[in-house]
């Protein structure tokens, strides 16, 4: 069993629409919980972050934890066509030096 | 601020040939640096990892090695490549003790073995 899963996608919404991208992880010695948004042949660059359960709200993103059943989700409101990119989680616990990355979903948002 | 370069962008290398992939970052000390490969369609594979100058931690059994020469220096190397070393290739930096843990990647390497 990997650390970390997530549904690999395709994903394809229309413009305006709310999205909902999830991971579920093993470990329950994570406590930091990212998401990263990576463009067609570019890094991944750090979208949103989380310390231990709760939800982040950052624009149009929110981000939600849940430990108890080892389970992250990444809303994304309002879909616009740029948000099209693959969405990575990660995870990493407090002091570690590598974090656990998630395969990654691929969103498409159709103008 | 702080930035990361990485190159070459793109690099095309025959089987057996040898490689070396630079990076550098700029704007902080003493980071945390690491590589990444990340395959078509496939998550990041942490290759190696580095706390300090000549401090390497490698992940994966390969033959691929690294080296941190300087403080914010990273340099992945290869005496002879694999066809299964095609890939593209992800600098990334942390700092211990950022509230976040997140890191700061470059813009990668997409090497083809032919």
């Known amino acids: 069993q990997k650390e970390v899963e997530q549904d690999p996608g395709p994903l394809s919404v229309p413009e305006g629409a709310i999205v909902s991208l999830n991971c579920t992880y093993s470990?329950?010695?994570?406590?930091?919980f990212m998401w990263y948004r990576q463009y067609s042949r570019k890094g991944p660059e750090l979208l949103m972050y989380?310390?231990?359960?709760g939800n982040k709200e950052d624009g149009r993103f929110t981000a939600q934890v849940d430990k108890s059943s080892k389970y992250i989700s990444l809303f994304i409101r309002d879909s616009q066509p740029s948000d099209s990119a693959t969405y990575l989680c990660a995870m990493i616990n407090t002091g570690g030096f590598k974090t656990i990355f998630g395969a990654g979903t691929r969103l498409f948002v159709k103008a | 601020s702080q930035t990361i370069h990485q190159w070459p962008a793109t690099l095309v290398q025959p089987v057996g040939s040898p490689l070396s992939l630079e990076c550098t970052v700029e704007g902080t000390s003493n980071p945390n640096l690491y590589w990444y490969r990340q395959a078509a369609g496939r998550g990041l594979q942490l290759l190696f990892y580095?706390?300090?100058?000549?401090?390497i931690s490698s992940e994966v059994p390969q033959n691929l090695s690294a080296s941190r020469p300087q403080d914010r220096q990273f340099i992945l190397s290869s005496k002879k490549l694999l066809l299964s070393d095609s890939g593209f290739y992800l600098c990334?930096?942390?700092?211990?003790?950022?509230?976040?843990?997140?890191?700061?990647f470059g813009s990668g390497t997409r090497l083809t073995v032919v």
């Open positions: 990334a930096w942390s700092v211990t003790g950022r509230d976040n843990y997140g890191y700061t």
């Open positions: 470990n329950s010695a994570f406590q930091y």
């Open positions: 580095s706390v300090g100058i000549g401090q």
């Open positions: 989380t310390y231990s359960s």
